[in-house]
């Protein structure tokens, strides 16, 4: 068959590829990112052709003339290689947050990997169990992620017949972490824990996504998941129990099981919240006694998918904003041109215009036009200030409802850990601001990649401290909450 180069700038990779592969195949590992999962409706997955030929039918024109891009960028979703080509890539720098953080353990013999299976990012890690030392790290993309950004376009590339397909590719890219960080130890490990979304976990396992597309969304099977390493197409692991650890309910998976161990909140006597904002926006609020959960729609807004200039933490999003000299000051990761907004500095931006009173309290822009400048060409539309607004409602609504349930009050939460490497990232005194979580900074830490040192610490020991923790760990859905709404439209307010 006929093979062509791609070389991508300024990475200065060079690919080698069939002809006619599309090349939604190849640039998703380069951080090409395909939020509509290839449909052709976000624009996002722009690059520009610098050398060579690839053909544009007459959809793809019509789409790229919808995104008002000049002649020589191409949506690669669209396109395919039939000739050498050089690209620009712009969207190579992102943000994996791994771990380091020291845990409690009881010692015991030989390694373990942790594997925090996030629908953006993946990281493995090689724990030594006898000393807890991390022995290697690897981190990647989702190779799903070419199906699209969020949960819906995954469990959508399911229902469209893809399932086998993303069970393929994240198995497949999940094994070579692993083979990788092992390529310079003697010693198998004992064990492989998993943690992530049910979604994640569904598609990892090769189970049905029907039941988390349609109400009532109950799924039955979200127990833990054995599988032997052949099953995996990891032979290279012998004897190695491979563990996919416990969702806690629909759309709370063992990600949040193991934040909870991380963050000990099942052990205090306090009440404790964890908040995790990114894809489910889940919430939990406990302590030795009982601990509730849920999820809630806030996760597009703060991942930037439903932001008309959103983006997620990638090169050329603003990660940050302050205000100087009374500027919005941006922070762009990668140091180039501004290209969108992330989850983190949108936050700032709110807090910023809410503080100059060029935003109202409930989300107006005061001036009475349609969108509002944040740096250079980057706007937040008055739509978008709605979108945070009814994200920072679900957020704010969650925290009140699961204290009601508990029979106390937001104000009684002694400690809020906020959980991903999106929280880490945010500004706690911003976040306190638009009143996303009432409480004072003193009691809020960010605690970075918490999925991932819950992982670890479920490598030490038979299941107990995640039996410890589902015991007494209940799920509930807000929209059941007979006050839900009331408490919901409340919170619609900014500060
Ligand atoms: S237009 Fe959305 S992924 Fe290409």
Same mark, same amino acid.
């Given at each position: ?11 200065? #990779? ?5 002809? #006619? ?317 501004? #290209? ?105 830490? #960010? ?49």
């Amino acid at each position: 068959m006929k093979k062509h180069t791609i070389l991508l700038h300024p990475l200065g #990779k060079e690919l080698v590829v069939n002809d #006619k592969t599309p090349l939604i195949d190849v640039l998703h590992e380069y951080g090409v990112e395909f939020p509509c999962g290839g449909r052709g409706t976000c624009g996002k997955c722009q690059v520009r052709l610098m050398d060579g030929e690839i053909e544009v039918n007459d959809d793809h024109k019509r789409k790229l003339e919808r995104f008002h891009l000049p002649p020589d960028w191409r949506l690669a979703c669209m396109s395919n290689c039939t000739g050498s080509i050089t690209l620009r890539v712009d969207q190579y720098e992102h943000i994996i947050l791994a771990d380091e953080t020291n845990f409690e353990f009881s010692p015991e013999s030989g390694s373990g990997i942790a594997v925090d299976l996030g629908t953006t990012t993946l990281v493995t890690q090689l724990v030594d169990l006898t000393t807890g030392k991390i022995l290697a790290v690897e981190t990647m993309l989702n190779p799903q992620v070419k199906f699209g950004a969020d949960l819906i376009s995954r469990i959508q590339a399911g229902l469209d017949g893809h399932s086998k397909e993303m069970m393929i590719l994240i198995r497949k890219s999940i094994g070579g972490m692993i083979r990788l960080m092992l390529k310079n130890c003697r010693q198998l490990p004992v064990k492989v824990v998993l943690v992530g979304n049910t979604v994640m976990q569904r598609i990892f396992s090769g189970s049905d996504l029907t039941p988390l597309s349609c109400y009532p969304f109950q799924v039955e099977d979200l127990g833990l998941s054995e599988f032997t390493p052949d099953e995996l197409g990891w032979d290279f692991l012998s004897g190695t129990k491979i563990q996919f650890y416990p969702s806690i309910g629909s759309f709370v998976g063992s990600d949040i099981l193991a934040g909870i161990a991380a963050t000990g909140l099942h052990r205090k006597e306090q009440y404790t919240a964890l908040i995790d904002l990114g894809t489910n926006g889940e919430i939990v609020v406990g302590n030795r006694d009982k601990i509730i959960c849920t999820s809630t729609a806030a996760g597009p807004a703060f991942e930037g998918s439903t932001l008309s200039m959103g983006m997620r933490a990638v090169t050329g999003a603003i990660s940050s904003i302050q205000l100087v000299h009374n500027k919005m000051n941006p922070s762009v990761i990668g140091n180039t041109a501004p #290209k969108g907004i992330c989850g983190s500095a949108l936050i700032d931006a709110i807090a910023i215009l809410l503080q100059q009173d060029l935003i109202g309290i409930f989300g107006e822009i005061n001036s009475g036009e349609q969108s509002i400048s944040i740096a250079g060409p980057i706007r937040l539309t008055q739509k978008d200030v709605y979108e945070f607004l009814l994200a920072k409602a679900a957020i704010a609504a969650g925290i009140t409802i699961l204290s009601r349930n508990l029979g106390i009050e937001p104000s009684d939460i002694h400690e809020i850990y906020i959980a991903g490497g999106f929280g880490n990232y945010i500004r706690i005194e911003n976040l306190l601001a638009t009143g996303m979580v009432e409480t004072t900074e003193d009691k809020i830490h #960010k605690m970075g990649n918490t999925a991932l040192i819950g992982a670890k610490m479920f490598l030490f020991g038979k299941g107990e401290l995640a039996k410890e923790i589902l015991d007494k760990t209940s799920h509930i859905n807000l929209e059941g909450f007979p006050d839900f709404q009331d408490i919901y439209i409340s919170k619609m307010i900014l500060g």
